[in-house]
Structures are given as C-alpha cells and as structure tokens.
C-alpha cells in the first residue's frame, strides 16, 4: 500500500516501533522442529510447533512424560535451538542469538523455575536468592531484593533457613524467589508443582496469579495435574511433540 498525502503525493509510512497488536504477545513460537541426533537413531522431539503466550497471562503447557514439554521449555528460554522454525520475544527474534545476548535476555527479562529446585543445600534460602542475583550478573548487592522475592513468595520468615530444612513447597518458592529477584517479564518454569502435594502444588499456582496480578509478570509452565489445569488462562497440550489443542479459560481456540 502507498500511503498519500493530501495533494496525493506519496509519503514514507510512520514507522511505529512496536505494533500495538504485538505487544499482547510477549512470546511467540513459529514453526519449531526439533530433532535429536542423526540418520537412523534421530529422534523428532517436536514438529509443527506454534503457539502464543499473551502477556498477563499463565499458560500452562500439559502433556505426558516425554511430550516434549521440557524441549519445547529450553528452546522458548533460549537454552536450547530448535532445529526449525523461530521465537520471537516481545516481537524481537531470540533463536539464532549469540550466548552473549541470550544470557543478557535471561539476566533481564526472563525467571527459569526448573522441575529440581536446584537449591545449594549449604547456602540460606537468602543466600540462595542472592547467589541467583549473582549468577544472574546483576551488580547489585542483592540483599534487598533478595528479601523482596522472598517476601513475594510468603518466605522471608524462613530466610535464614537452608534448604533441608525447608519442605519440598517451601523449597519450590524459594526455588521461585531466586528465579524473580531479577523482576522478570516472563517467569518460565518446567513442572514447578510436581514434587508437591496437591495442597503446596496449588499454593504454587496461587503464589504464580499474585505475581501475575501484581507484578504484571507472564507465566509459562509445564504440568500434568488436572487440577492446575482449571486454574491457569490458558492450556496448550502436546502429544509425541505435536499441539493437539489449545484453550483458552476452558473454550477452544479457534
Ligand atoms: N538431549 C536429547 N537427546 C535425545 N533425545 C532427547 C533429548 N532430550 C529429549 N529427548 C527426547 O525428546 C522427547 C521429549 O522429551 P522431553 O522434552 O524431555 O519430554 P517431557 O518434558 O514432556 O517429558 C523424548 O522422547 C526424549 O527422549
Ligand atoms: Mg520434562
């Protein structure tokens, strides 16, 4: 299209730097194949991927064991590229980045909550948080934010407590503090409630729609308990590395 101005003479079209449309979408998978090894041993762990994640919002990605949850995850945090296909956050493409501006993504915009806490057991829960800032890269001392996080997930009582003396739910929100001291737009976490009863796994989710709330955090994460799957906006599932559905608030995406 040529856009004219009123004496019907051509002009450059404005160039918004973001569409306003895009920026509903904080992450967005095209096209993503994933295959492992080669010739006759080559495992296809996805194919076809695409999906949307709208910010604001908790997406829950479901599947069995070996779906392919836990590739797809590394590959939409950036740990990992997939074999085909792109991911764009924010409308900026993240496949194809060097370690250098990946780690500076992860450092800035993005939590990574993994299904084993990952806890040092000889460090405090505070300690724990801090080290998180550290690995992170920020400068900051972190103490105070370490206790922000800590407070965000109902543990800053407990902070000078190591981790095995924590329970597995008290583990996972420290596990999730470490992952949001940095203040993340996008909190990814693979199978955050699996090692939890389903009591402490839905104070997880419960913790995961407060910071949603409050904080306008996004979340992305990984599940196969039916019960977390009624309390998140949105459910993506996968089979054998396929999406079969997706849902939004329990109706069909069309
Ligand atoms: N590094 C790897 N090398 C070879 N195959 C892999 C590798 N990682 C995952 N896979 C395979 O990819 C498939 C999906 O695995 P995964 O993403 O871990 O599933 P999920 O997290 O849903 O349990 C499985 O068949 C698994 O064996
Ligand atoms: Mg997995």
Not at 22 to 41: H, N, P
Request: glycine share 10%.
């Amino acid at each position: 299209m040529r856009l004219q101005n009123d004496e019907g003479k051509a002009v450059a079209p404005v160039l918004t730097e973001k569409q306003p449309e895009d920026s509903e979408i904080i992450l967005q998978a095209s096209g993503i194949k994933r295959v492992f090894g080669r010739g006759g041993t080559a495992v296809t762990a996805l194919s076809d991927i695409h999906l949307s994640v709208p910010r604001g919002a908790v997406v829950a990605l479901k599947g069995r064991s070996g779906s392919g949850k836990t590739t797809l995850l590394n590959i939409l945090s950036t740990l990992d590229d997939p074999t085909e296909g792109s991911v764009h956050f924010e409308g900026k493409e993240i496949t194809g980045l060097s370690a250098r501006a990946r780690n500076e993504l992860r450092r800035r915009d993005i939590g990574l909550v993994f299904q084993a806490y990952g806890l040092v057991p000889l460090m405090t829960a505070l300690e724990n948080v801090e080290f998180g800032l550290r690995i992170a890269g920020s400068s900051k001392a972190g103490r105070e934010e370490a206790e922000w996080a800590l407070e965000r997930v109902g543990m800053k009582e407990r902070m000078k407590h190591r981790p095995p003396e924590l329970s597995g739910g008290e583990q996972q929100r420290v596990a999730v503090a470490r992952a949001i001291v940095h203040k993340p737009k996008l909190l990814i976490a693979d199978e955050p409630t699996a090692e939890l009863d389903s009591r402490m796994g839905l104070q997880v989710i419960r913790l995961f729609r407060e910071l949603v709330n409050g904080s306008g955090m996004t979340i992305l994460l990984t599940t196969h308990d039916p019960d977390i799957m009624e309390l998140v906006d949105h459910v993506i599932a996968l089979e054998d590395g396929k999406i079969v559905s997706q849902t939004i608030k329990g109706s069909p995406v069309t």
